[in-house]
């Protein structure tokens, strides 16, 4: 675990709109030819008399379907062009086959024809749906992200439940009605993860809310997120690495030396984390780049590493790139062989991130795979009144395998 990025910028928020413009991928022939015909099929649709509805509406849904795995293999097909992973393109046989266990659904997010589109994909189902996102409502959802910064003296001083939104026209709940609602009976499975789209990578998708039930998505899903589906399927085909770690279970680094100052927060959690783990975590002087490199051979960090959490820095955020990914620490520890990273949207609230960290890594130690662990560590936040305002815990995500497994290396 790393610890302490600070209460100051740790990501550039002032060329968010820039690194995130969506551009709709154009039409290929074969697409284009079949959204002519799903144009005509609906004017005849619309024209037809009782007993031909029927007949018509089931061909349309069918040359809807074929037109979202038309779509959906476009967006696969840009996979190769990521920098970051140098990896063929994913099929969508590959994808359903092999890549997405049976207790899995998959949301993709990306640039439709005008608007934004979803893809609902699980081993036995392809689903598409084009929402009524503007782009101007996507950099919202950037411009809340940068407001979390400021909100810390706000919701201290009035501790309680609070919309995700502050100041915005977008609340929880109408982004949950533009981003989930649309395909949420699609949604099968509990395990979800999601691949967001440009400046969704900002969102912190646990606090959208269902105006029908009142309940926040991380209640109802265990949520990951990925980078891309490239990504999912290197996490699919590596090995389970239990057998290159080291005799210690974990390395703990917190409130390393920088220029702002000491860091008590991101001490005292990483106190708190070297007595659950039973070990001297790696403190001011001692937490520096050389200690991280001493200490891989121990943990295998940047070789086969379970779990890297980075906790109080937006290491979640990144830059774009052509195949979609957003290139940060997190995708570079995902790279380096780590199966899963925990990391933050925002700098978090010391007390909350001590006691959520906690409570994960206990859960993680009794055998709860990770997603589901930080899914039971925010959800105890958020059953408690003093920190149920999404500030406190929402801007945690993980990336990666959400079904990674934590061992005390000495029992392997």
């Known amino acids: ?81 990521n920098d970051l992973t140098r990896v ?26 005008d608007d934004l589109s979803v893809w609902v994909v699980d081993r036995d189902s392809i689903q598409m749906a084009t929402l009524s996102l503007s782009e101007e409502e996507q950099h919202t959802i950037a411009d809340q992200a940068h407001r979390f910064r400021g909100r810390p003296a706000t919701v201290l001083a009035q501790r309680g439940s609070r919309p995700l939104h502050d100041g915005s026209d977008l609340s929880a709940e109408a982004l949950y ?27 912190p998708f646990a606090a959208l809310r269902n ?50 100052g000491a860091l008590d927060g991101a001490r005292r959690e990483a106190e708190a984390l070297g007595r659950l783990f039973d070990l001297e975590p790696l403190l001011a002087e001692q937490a520096t780049e050389a200690a991280v490199h001493a200490g891989a ?13 980075l906790s109080d820095c937006e290491a979640a955020l990144g830059e774009a790139t052509r195949g979609d990914e957003v290139i940060g620490l997190t995708q570079a520890f995902l790279v380096a062989g780590s199966r899963a990273v925990v990391s933050t949207l925002w700098p978090v609230h010391d007390e909350a991130s001590e006691r959520l960290m ?18 039971a560590a925010q959800i105890e936040l958020l059953s408690d009144a003093d920190y149920r305002d999404p500030y406190f815990w929402a801007g945690y995500t993980l990336t990666g395998d959400p079904r990674t497994r934590w061992s005390r290396l000495a029992q392997s």
Do not use: W
């Not at 820039?18 to 005509?40: D, F, N, V, Y």
């Not at 063929?88 to 949301?107: H, N, Y």
């Not at 943990?299 to 959490?309: C, E, M, P, S």
């Open 88 to 113: 063929a393109a994913v099929s969508l046989g590959e994808l359903q086959g092999k890549i997405l266990d049976p207790a899995t659904t998959l949301l993709v997010y990306g640039a439709g024809l």
């Open 177 to 203: 009605d533009k981003l989930i609602a649309p395909v949420a009976e699609f949604l099968r499975h509990r395990r979800l993860i999601i691949i967001p789209h440009g400046l969704l990578h900002h969102l």
């Open 358 to 375: 906690v409570v994960f890594y206990s859960r993680l130690q009794g055998g709860t795979l990770a997603a589901e662990a930080l899914r």
């Open 211 to 260: 105006p029908a039930t009142g309940r926040y998505l991380v209640e109802d899903f265990t949520l990951s997120l990925a980078p891309s589906v490239s990504a999912l399927r290197l996490l699919a085909s590596s090995e389970d690495g239990s057998d290159v770690h080291g005799s210690q279970a974990a390395l703990v680094l917190g409130d390393p030396v920088t220029h702002l």
């Open 297 to 309: 051979a121990q943990v295998g960090l940047l070789n086969r590493t379970r779990l890297v959490t």
């Open 1 to 81: 675990m790393l610890n302490g990025c600070g209460p100051g910028p740790c990501a550039d928020f002032s060329a968010v709109r820039e690194q995130h413009a969506t551009r709709p991928p154009e039409l290929s022939g074969e697409e284009k030819k079949l959204l002519a015909t799903i144009h005509e099929k609906e004017r005849e649709l619309d024209a037809a008399e009782d007993g031909r509805r029927t007949s018509l509406a089931s061909e349309l849904e069918g040359l809807r379907n074929d037109f979202a795995v038309k779509r959906l293999e476009r967006k696969l097909d840009a996979a190769d062009q």
